[in-house]
């Protein structure tokens, strides 16, 4: 397999749960080197499928301006489904519902954002879009290439 299924840098990691979720866990501080990071394993995933995004930020702290800034002028909307956020505070859902506005108000494409309390409600949210998305679309994961050669 050429790519792996985790990444750990700084203090966060993520991984890939098949068959198509991206979870991170967001630790403390983010820097602008993270974020980039962070672009990077967003752009490494989507480039092979569309995907459900799901950020732990139950232990996140402050997210630097310039790394806020990189995220928003590389961010693609075309590599996600969605984002799930899990224990985002005021701070961070203003900032992500911000951010949103922001590419819609420039005309970049956005994605639904939802802000839960737990894994399990992330779990529950993306089995229902999973559903909306099989119903509208004909069966979106049938047609994502997978992120691996063995499928």
Request: hydrophobic letters at 40%.
């Amino acid at each position: 397999m050429s790519q792996p299924h985790e990444w750990s840098f700084g203090t966060h990691r993520a991984w890939f749960e098949p068959p198509d979720v991206l979870w991170m866990e967001i630790h403390g501080e983010t820097s602008l080197e993270d974020a980039i990071t962070i672009l990077e394993v967003y752009r490494e995933v989507g480039s092979q499928q569309r995907f459900f995004l799901v950020t732990d930020l139950t232990d996140a702290t402050t997210v630097d301006l310039k790394a806020r800034d990189h995220v928003s002028w590389n961010f693609h909307a075309d590599w996600f489904h969605s984002a799930t956020y899990i224990g985002a505070g005021l701070m961070q859902r203003a900032v992500a519902t911000s951010m949103s506005f922001f590419h819609s108000l420039t005309g970049q494409q956005t994605r639904p954002q939802h802000f839960v309390p737990t894994e399990n409600d992330a779990r529950a949210l993306i089995a229902e879009e999973r559903s909306l998305l099989d119903k509208y679309s004909g069966s979106a994961r049938a047609t994502a290439r997978p992120l691996h050669p063995d499928g």
